[in-house]
């Protein structure tokens, strides 16, 4: 699960000021990152006092992290574009601008979800050929995939794009087995689309055109359409929906640990035998959190930009900013953006032959 | 969870040829219902040779069923709309032919969901204002409600009408609330849309405009908008959205007990005390089991034509048929196509106004 060491100085910029436990578990996070033995580069920005004072007070190697001062920041709670609209210096749009100019190659963010993605809207361009970007999230599976033996799934878009056409989806799955490939060194992504049943004409009628695009224009692994008891068994490595139902699908996998956990307690509740059961289970059920654990996997990443942007969950600790920053820093030595620019011409290319 | 016992004589059309289990199972279910102190009669539509062999073997009351011969039967895998065409002697478009007739008052079928709807969609008629029909289904929760501390929501469409507009998505909340009312004996159920956030903005145009509209011209105990966690928490007592989000969520719920079993198989294997564990828990886990069985539950209703199909599952035993026939039985009784036509009507009056 540990991601690969990066070879060469990728430069991360990371908002200091974002996610539910302020700017202490981000720094620490950065602050890991600078001991471990790769030449990952991190530019905290956010306000240079409070950085400057976490810093202090933890072990780092100074000459892997650098800060850059903004002096505003949004909050979790708040309306992204009116944030935006009104901190111009917001940590967010002051660190997106930091990848724009060059300064530093990909954005990391544990805060504001809205905020960050429209932020990097405003500021950096699509990749050629993709009209819309989405946000993906990685999901935990029952089973592995991959040279890494990766225990999770791709899913977008899950919230950028609401409404989609079915180029938007075939743009997403692009994406998205490019992003797999890479990341889980998962040579030929399983691709599949959320449908209502396994049949090619199963489906909304953009999901319908999108299964016939893939079919016949891409050179995807596309395994066809999958269902909603699909997602948590990982039949698909990479799951392509709207970004309306991939929220709401989300959402669900996000309470599955907190559902078992209740359902748990009632049996706690009824019997004595069961309860000397789940005790001598709590090692497992523990292990089960960690398999269902979000804060393992670093981050997701907003694809279909030129540069990248991975978002952290705004629960992340420390060691899920390390992740982060390390994934976005294996994507931006393998130049994501190129590769997924020429698979949307191949893409493009068959669709005019 | 027993519905209470019917007044008077409801007759319930029984497809005697759907279902996983085939005739067997159904018959078994309405011989077991006849002996029971209702007065509900049902009419089993089907092979009259392979019904009444069936039945000759089994405890029966003979005044409370009959049979009524059907040639043809539609097999759970076929093309809903081909045998429809094909079969005109199909046990469903019989069954559904007798209710609009009113040899029958109520359909029930585990078959072929996909005909099951199409027969109704044919023969019968919508209530008066309603445009689109809904295929509900219910869903175990952790939380209970109404007067009979059902631990059961109800979601709707989960398939029917895969593309919504608002005026649909109300149409599915007047019918969801009268028929929670009716069922859980739920005064107030509490009515959701499913969305990507509980703010009143979130979502697509269709789920924006819905939610103003079960707002201001509904007297219905709208809560607002509801995200996938909160689905299987049952903070919702109807849960309303597209067929499509509607289908892929339901498919999701019916898959946790799978994947709980399974993630609990990686414990198993792990350590000799989490085994130990898991075998004192072994009774808890049967109770889980049972809290996420749909069996228990009888059927999921098909709203919005005048006249009442309960869709049983096609895992139905004969368990699940009894129960199906007596919840068609109690929703007879109580006219819900009335009462939906009258909340339709005061829905009207209000957007009117």
Redesign the interface.
């Known amino acids: 699960m540990t991601p690969p060491i990066s070879k060469r100085s990728a430069v991360i910029a990371i908002d200091a000021m974002g996610g539910d436990h302020g700017a202490e578990e981000v720094v620490r996070g950065a602050a890991a990152l600078s001991l471990e033995p790769t030449y990952v580069q991190t530019v905290l920005v956010g306000d240079g006092d409070v950085i400057s004072k976490i810093l202090s007070g933890v072990r780092h190697n100074p000459e892997r992290i650098s800060l850059h001062h903004a002096s505003q920041a949004v909050r979790m709670d708040e309306s992204p574009a009116q944030a935006l609209e009104t901190k111009p210096d917001a940590s967010i749009l002051v660190a997106a601008r930091l990848v724009k100019e060059g300064s530093a190659d990909a954005l990391v963010s544990a805060g504001n979800t809205g905020a960050s993605v429209l932020a990097c809207a405003k500021l950096w361009n699509k990749i050629p050929g993709i009209r819309r970007a989405a946000l993906a999230a990685v999901y935990p599976t029952?089973t592995r995939r991959g040279e890494k033996d990766d225990p999770f799934s791709l899913i977008l878009d899950v919230?950028a794009t609401?409404?989609v056409t079915a180029e938007d989806l075939a743009g997403f799955a692009i994406m998205g087995s490019a992003y797999a490939q890479l990341v889980s060194k998962n040579r030929r992504p399983r691709v599949a689309l959320?449908?209502?049943g396994a049949e090619a004409g199963k489906?909304?009628?953009e999901i319908v055109a999108a299964h016939r695009l893939l079919t016949e224009a891409t050179d995807l692994n596309f395994v066809g359409n999958i269902?909603?008891?699909?997602?948590?068994?990982g039949t698909a490595d990479v799951v392509v929906?709207s970004?309306?139902?991939g929220?709401?699908?989300?959402?669900?996998?996000?309470?599955?640990h907190?559902?078992?956990m209740?359902?748990?307690s009632?049996?706690y509740k009824?019997?004595l035998?069961?309860r000397?059961?789940?005790?001598?289970?709590s090692?497992?059920?523990n292990?089960?959190k960690q398999?269902?654990d979000w804060e393992e996997y670093g981050g997701a990443p907003v694809l279909g930009f030129d540069k990248l942007f991975i978002k952290a969950h705004g629960r992340s600790g420390a060691r899920a900013i390390t992740n982060a920053a390390k994934v976005a820093a294996k994507v931006v030595d393998a130049d994501l953006a190129k590769q997924i620019e020429e698979a949307v011409r191949r893409f493009d290319a068959r669709r005019a032959a």
């Open positions: 029952e919230g609401l409404d959320l449908s209502n489906g909304p009628p269902e909603g008891v699909d997602i948590p068994r929906c970004g309306f139902v929220n709401v699908v989300l959402k669900m996998l996000e309470g599955v907190g559902t078992i209740r359902l748990a009632y049996a009824e019997r035998i069961w000397a059961g789940l005790m001598m289970l090692g497992g059920l292990r089960l398999i269902t």
